[in-house]
């Protein structure tokens, strides 16, 4: 088969509007599709460099060449973390200090953010805990007697991320940030 440059040109343009319906990351693989079913396998293998497959989409079929879709979608991955309580944690103020639930009612937690944070300030700041983990903060949340996050570990990276920032986090270390101090200390504090 034989094609004019012209002919190629206008197929290129075809191509480049319909690539763009797709993400970023399909784009290549999705020129890669049609230009080798519009000019033929033995074009591309002498042209072809060597990418990573994306690991968004496993099979890709071109129905139509205005049209691509994804024939198996991703699997929905579940959450399989799981977590234990922390034994010789005090949350009950067996040695002296304010219990956590205790604690916990002085301050209005409206969200598993918040939750967090004001676990975390409790277990650094009065509890003294130097090494919190999210087995700990799992721990505040049954003896809280709150709904453990579905997936908790996502829950404390968001409490962690640039758009709240109350927490760091770093491997399986928390600290509290200075926004999460402000946050306990003066914006979640229940009027008396």
Known sequence: M????????AEMERISTVIQKFPENLQGKVFDIMVKSYLGEHV????AVEEPEPETVQHISVVDPNRVQSIKKRPIRRNKDSYSMVKDLDLLGKSGVEPFRDFLERYEVNSNIKFNTVAVYYLKNVLHI???TIDHIYTCYKNG????PGNLRQSITDTSSSKYGY???SDNHITLSVLG???VEFELKQEA
């Not at 007697?145 to 453990?148: Q, T």
Request: charged fraction near 30%.
């Open 130 to 132: 130097p090494d919190v």
């Open 145 to 148: 007697e709150r709904k453990v």
């Open 44 to 47: 591309l293998e002498a042209a």
């Open 2 to 9: 034989t094609t004019s440059y012209e002919e190629l040109v």
């Open 181 to 183: 101090e402000n946050l």
């Open 167 to 169: 927490i760091n986090m």
